[in-house]
């Protein structure tokens, strides 16, 4: 099973920018779906980006929110999903995940749709 773990948050002025990374412990490469969900306080956990081993599937997918400021990218060398967040709003604040499932015609947008999660690392935007 593999896990994953979360790094790279932490506290930002609104306007800056901040790297996560999402090591997991095994090859992910091109047979798993992975992507960053967050959880803001009283809300459900939503998706922010995507990624997809197959490009007829979009490759890259972001949540409106966040488009044109999130940059969502992997590694297979290192088995290292990375999110670049630019411009950043206080909207933007929460605990986030990475999550990582088997590809299996699809990735899923929903928390449903991903059995393996990293715990979570706390991003704070300030205004």
């Known amino acids: 099973q593999v896990q994953l773990a979360e790094s790279g948050g932490g506290s930002v002025q609104a306007g800056g920018s901040l790297r996560l990374s999402c090591a997991a412990s095994r090859y992910t490469g091109n047979r798993h779906c992975m992507a960053w969900f967050r959880q803001s306080e009283g809300k459900e956990r939503e998706e922010v980006a995507r990624?997809?081993?197959?490009?007829?599937?979009?490759?890259?997918t972001y949540a409106d929110s966040v488009k044109g400021r999130f940059t969502v990218s992997k590694d297979n060398a290192s088995n290292t999903l990375t999110l670049d967040m630019n411009n950043q709003n206080a909207e933007d604040s929460g605990m986030y995940f990475c999550a990582t499932e088997e590809y299996r015609g699809y990735c899923a947008r929903e928390v449903g749709g991903y059995r393996h999660w990293g715990q979570g690392t706390q991003v704070t935007v300030s205004s």
């Open positions: 990624i997809s081993p197959d490009s007829s599937d979009g490759r890259t």
